[in-house]
Structure formats: C-alpha cells, structure tokens
C-alpha cells in the first residue's frame, strides 16, 4: 500500500485552522483566562499605622466583566514587609478585571517554625474582615493600572 503526501499549503490551512478552533474552545482571549482583559492592581493593609505583614485580601467580584463566568474566580493578594500587596487572578501579578468587589481580608498568625501550617491559623484580625459581604471593604478596579486606597483596620 502506496502512502499518499499532503501538500504544504494543505497543511498549514489545516494546522492553522486546528489551531483557531483550540483557542475558541478554550475561551482564552490572552493567557489571562476567560477572555477577561485584566488591570495591574496594588495597595496597602495597615493596623494602627503599621504594615498587617502575611495579611491575605481577597477580592470578590460584584460588577465585573466576566464575573458571570463561573471560570473567573476572587483575586488575591499578599501584603508584603511594606504593607503592601499585587493582585493576581490567574497568575502571579496578572491583576484583576475592571470592576467593583466586595473584599475580605485575614491576617493569619505567623508560625513560630516558619512552616505553613496543617490547620488555619487564628486570625489576628478576630475574623471582623473575613466575610466579603459584612466586612464593610470594598474596592473599585478601573480600566488602567489602579492603586487602592489603604485599608488601615
């Protein structure tokens, strides 16, 4: 039995096409998931004036583009030595959509060995942030680079 060739330029229209259908079917506009153009996002969590360092915010969509898709999940910071947190979404510093969010933020208790622990830790914030819908935080994500205002707690 003889092997049949495909021609280059079959090929690549084929190569091409499969290719465009693999990008729809994943939904992904730009790497950033669900086709959801996303904005560099920082700020800053104090308490009493002093940086809430390990503190983790989280941001809860509310009105945001996307935020129908099941896919798009809560942004995420971590507050550095600083006080300082970058948002991510999907990957580390991607930012977050454009849009309004309920925030939730806990500062769990450092471990004396360092090493994360097996059970989540007591909050020092005594949980008063750690619900979204009655911590009293909100944030807004503009279309371009948006610094938040400090949450000082």
Known sequence: MRQQSI?????SRWLTVAAIALMNASGCSNGNGPGVTLYAVSGKVT??????????V???????EGSANSRLRPSI???GEDGV???QTF???D???AGDYAVKIVWPTPQADGQPSVEDPPDLLNGRYAD???????ATVAEKETRLPTFDL
Request: glycine letters at 18%; hydrophobic letters at 35%.
């Open 7 to 11: 021609p280059c330029s079959q090929m």
């Open 47 to 56: 308490v009493g004036g002093k940086p809430a360092v390990g503190a983790r």
């Open 58 to 64: 989280v941001l809860y969509p509310q009105n945001v």
């Open 77 to 79: 910071g971590l507050v």
């Open 85 to 87: 947190f970058v948002v």
């Open 91 to 93: 990957k580390k510093g």
């Open 95 to 97: 930012g977050a959509p």
């Open 132 to 138: 979204p819908e009655s911590s009293g935080l909100s």
